[in-house]
């Protein structure tokens, strides 16, 4: 059976409604960096979406490529994910979304190093004809971090955001956003299929004791 990162982590993947604390280890991730509204037809935004998604299979299907990577198991591609920052505001306004500072990512597994993601980039860009030159092999440590699963659209986020907020407060942490520990997004639903009032978001945030 394939291994799943939702099933595996379900601490990290499928969290409840109620905000929870946790403290998330080391991860590496494919990753395109961009700015501006995620919205925006033919932008920067879901260009970034088919170059990870681009990358993901191909490392996905390496075995089959002739690439063969040691450590290599079978594995289901992750869900896409996102880490956000906005310039001039306190804490995190997803209305405001035309000063975005977007990372686009996709989990690797831990298999992967920087030589298989080269290699993967190569193939993508060959064979599909997509410009890969912005996608990089990135590790993120979050550490201690809130965490909350998000129903609905994401322009009512502020609500879910609130009451992680709320339950830090009460236990003695604060919210640490800054330049460098970023709101963070993991999108469990196809917004592509799906009813935006059914919308399965992770929302996590970096936290520090008061």
């Given at each position: ?7 595996e ?6 969290p409840?409604?109620k905000?929870?604390l ?6 590496n ?6 700015q501006g509204?995620?919205?925006q037809?033919?932008?920067a935004y ?17 075995y089959?490529g ?8 079978q ?10 920052r906005q310039?001039?505001?306190?804490g995190?306004?997803?209305r ?11 989990r690797?597994?831990?298999?992967v190093?920087q030589?298989d993601?080269d ?7 060959r ?9 990089e092999?990135?590790?993120?440590d979050e ?8 129903t ?5 986020e502020?609500?879910?955001v609130?009451k ?6 009460e ?15 993991i999108?469990?639903s196809d917004?592509?299929?799906v ?5 399965r978001?992770?929302i996590?945030?970096p936290a520090?004791?008061?």
């Amino acid at each position: 059976m394939a291994f799943d990162f939702k099933k595996e982590y379900k601490e990290f993947y499928m969290p409840t409604g109620k905000p929870e604390l946790v403290t998330v280890p080391p991860a590496n991730y494919i990753a395109v960096r961009g700015q501006g509204d995620p919205n925006q037809e033919g932008g920067a935004y879901k260009a970034s979406i088919g170059v990870l998604y681009a990358l993901a299979y191909t490392l996905k299907m390496s075995y089959r490529g002739g690439r063969q990577i040691e450590g290599f198991y079978q594995y289901v591609v992750p869900p896409l994910e996102g880490f956000w920052r906005q310039d001039g505001v306190e804490g995190f306004d997803p209305r405001r979304k035309s000063g975005f500072h977007w990372i686009s990512v996709i989990r690797l597994p831990e298999f992967v190093r920087q030589a298989d993601f080269d290699w993967a980039a190569g193939e993508a860009a060959r064979k599909k004809g997509l410009d890969c030159s912005g996608a990089e092999f990135l590790t993120v440590d979050e550490g201690l971090c809130a965490q909350i699963l998000h129903t609905g659209p994401f322009d009512r986020e502020a609500e879910s955001v609130e009451k992680m907020d709320a339950y830090l407060a009460e236990a003695g942490y604060v919210n640490d956003l800054s330049e460098t520990r970023l709101h963070h997004e993991i999108y469990l639903s196809d917004a592509r299929r799906v009813d935006p009032a059914r919308w399965r978001t992770v929302i996590r945030h970096p936290a520090r004791k008061r």
